[in-house]
């Protein structure tokens, strides 16, 4: 498995530049590390009453977005973001559509540290301030690997405050959103199309911001 450091650069068209400008302030150290893409595996544990399941099948409509750049522009600005539908660690129905709604979604790996910094500070912000108006937040664990570190990512998010659906085990949620890296943000406008992709650490300040100027676009 993988964890090679890389630099992410992202561009976009006129309409992300707001967004660009939020998180490039943070760009430097943000991206200064982050979890390259790993394939996960499967396992089941049991807790009282509940069977949990760390994968989860997963479902894609539409095409999938272009894998995030190396370098220069992002090419799924402006298009159609898909539309995936699964399950949470516990069964419980997971969809994310193009609803009318804006909407984040974070990709988390359990193994990724940078993803580990982002739940432990975004948990209690969130806890305290609570989620700006106007913008769902999605998160969609991915990557599990029963052999690498902080497993089982359902134990490691059962106090996260965002709804999060298990990806496939073929991280299927993933590859449709063109991920290569993690943690990876995707910001979708209320007509359903790419406002903005981001991979690295954003402090939750800077990612409740993005998100107000999200809601307002």
């Not at 993988?2 to 490039?24: F, N, P, Y």
Request: net charge negative; hydrophobic share 40%; aromatic share 8%.
């Amino acid at each position: 498995m993988s964890r090679t450091v890389e630099q992410k650069a992202g561009g976009g068209e006129s309409r992300s530049r707001r967004m660009v400008i939020i998180i490039g302030i943070v760009a430097v150290i943000a991206i200064a590390a982050v979890a390259a893409l790993s394939t996960g595996g499967t396992s089941e544990t049991t807790t009282p009453g509940v069977v949990v399941s760390e994968t989860q099948p997963v479902t894609v409509s539409g095409a999938a977005l272009p894998r995030y750049p190396e370098q220069g522009p992002d090419p799924a600005i402006g298009q159609q973001a898909p539309e995936v539908s699964g399950l949470s660690f516990d069964g419980t129905p997971v969809s994310i559509a193009n609803d009318g709604n804006a909407k984040i979604i974070i990709f988390l790996a359990h193994w990724c540290p940078h993803c580990q910094n982002d739940v432990k500070e975004l948990t209690p912000y969130i806890e305290a301030n609570g989620l700006p108006a106007g913008v769902e937040f999605y998160s969609v664990a991915t990557g599990s690997d029963p052999a690498a570190p902080n497993y089982p990512p359902s134990e490691w998010l059962k106090d996260w405050p965002i709804m999060t659906m298990a990806d496939s085990s073929q991280g299927e949620a993933a590859q449709a959103f063109g991920l290569n890296a993690f943690p990876f943000f995707v910001f979708v406008t209320a007509e359903g199309n790419v406002d903005f992709r981001f991979p690295g650490e954003v402090p939750p300040e800077t990612l409740v911001e993005a998100a107000r100027t999200l809601a307002g676009s």
